[in-house]
């Protein structure tokens, strides 16, 4: 699996974004999909994860009211729509799948392919 992220930008504080994440090959619906962010000097950080059905969903608590993933599978990509930006989520943001049987994992090592990164940058 191929995953292309693209989305980012700079915005200011208060404003939105929307992420999108393109992933090749046809089986693209038996991948939970999760994006991770990554500050300058800070550890990457699981940020939302989508079921492969796109029935479940999972927050970070950092995030969680603001922040908002799913899924086309019929287009083969996954969104995160990014509300009420705050400077402290400016970040390298990624998307990764997954080939899991259950659940959403949150931890970075579960996830089996990464996308290269999209800067997202909020101004104060």
């Known amino acids: 699996v191929q995953l292309q992220a693209s989305g980012g930008g700079l915005v200011q504080a208060g404003g939105s974004l929307r992420l999108s994440c393109a992933a090749s090959?046809?089986?693209?619906?038996?991948?939970?999909m999760g994006w991770f962010r990554q500050a300058p000097g800070k550890e990457r950080e699981f940020v939302a994860g989508?079921?492969?059905?796109?029935?479940?969903?999972y927050y970070a608590d950092s995030v969680k009211g603001r922040f908002t993933i799913s899924r086309d599978n019929a287009k083969n990509t996954v969104y995160l729509q990014m509300n009420s930006l705050k400077p402290e989520d400016t970040a390298v943001y990624y998307c990764a799948a997954a080939s899991v049987r259950w659940g959403i994992p949150s931890q970075s090592r579960s996830y089996n392919y990464w996308g290269q990164g999209t800067q997202v940058t909020v101004s104060s």
């Open positions: 989508i079921s492969g059905s796109g029935g479940s969903t």
């Open positions: 090959g046809r089986t693209f619906s038996s991948y939970v």
